[in-house]
């Protein structure tokens, strides 16, 4: 049993001091790395490799690879976008994820439209209410909230993160209200912070739903004396899902059931309903990217002015 107990501790020891070895032998970090691997162990892994694709069409960063958003930089789209969402209940018609749906919908047209902006991912957990007790949307099952100081302390990293990597721009805009105050405060802390190297503009004029509402009431495109279903939910944003993912808004089965109507306004012919639903994402990408110009000249302004 001893000369048992003694060869298992000589085999630790030389395991050890192999291991040990074996650390001391780590070779130092080469400053040209990126990609997640080494620069000498593959030249794909150098900051400066030539990029093997075309460049990528989408202006999603989660749908990039590394290369791509290095390449978009250069070119010149220095303003991220982060959006946030939400995850709560919409009446019996809408997914919980409504606000993603539009989010998605949107980003991409207003990034599209300002030409040199990318979309970071969706943040898509946002307060929805208190936990215990529940309150405001809680009190439905399939909520999913943050508590404000967790929502500011993931707008803060995430924009962070985009500004550490050349975006110079970071503009945040939330399709629930209850996004709006932590977007505006982690805007303005960032903007003092960064002092002049980068800006954070929070927009606003992008959760004006009623302004939105009103346009298309004003084109005649929606009836001004409909009456509402009294649900979380109206013919806006139905189309703006839609448009993202006709399942979200449970499109077959309510034609099927005949309930494909919100608010008195019909859905169910879907080449008039794809329209519609175009036409609202097209505005709201025009409304929303002249209030991002128009932000990010006010802070560039008052940058200078300091």
Known sequence: MKKLMFALATVCVVAGIGAAAQQGQRRAPDPRSMGGGDCRDNPYNCADAP??????????????????????????????????????????WLVTGKHNYVLHANCDAIARKLGNALCAPIVKYVP?????????????????????????????????????????????????????????????????????????????????????????????????????????????ITLNMFIDDPKSVRYDERVKAGKASIDGVSIADRAKATDLAKKIVAFRADHTAAAINKAIAAKGEATMAQ
């Open 128 to 236: 929805e209410g208190g936990i215990e007790p529940k309150t405001g949307h809680m009190t439905s099952p399939g909520t999913i909230t943050m508590r404000e100081e967790t929502f500011q302390a993931v707008l803060t990293d995430v924009a962070e993160s985009l500004q550490a990597h050349g975006f110079k721009t970071i503009v945040f805009i939330g399709d629930s209200g209850g996004n709006q105050k932590g977007q505006q405060t982690v805007a303005e802390k960032l903007t003092a912070k960064w002092a002049g190297k980068s800006i954070a503009v929070h927009i606003p004029e992008y959760y004006t739903y009623n302004v939105v509402t009103k346009h298309f009431e004003d084109q005649g495109l929606l009836p001004k004396d409909r009456k509402s279903d009294g649900m979380h939910d109206d013919p806006i």
């Open 51 to 92: 990029n093997p694709l075309p460049a990528a069409s989408t202006v999603w960063i989660e749908e990039m690879t590394w290369m791509d958003v290095r390449d978009a930089l250069k070119a010149g789209k220095t303003t991220a976008i982060i959006s946030t969402g939400g995850i709560e209940p919409n009446g019996p």
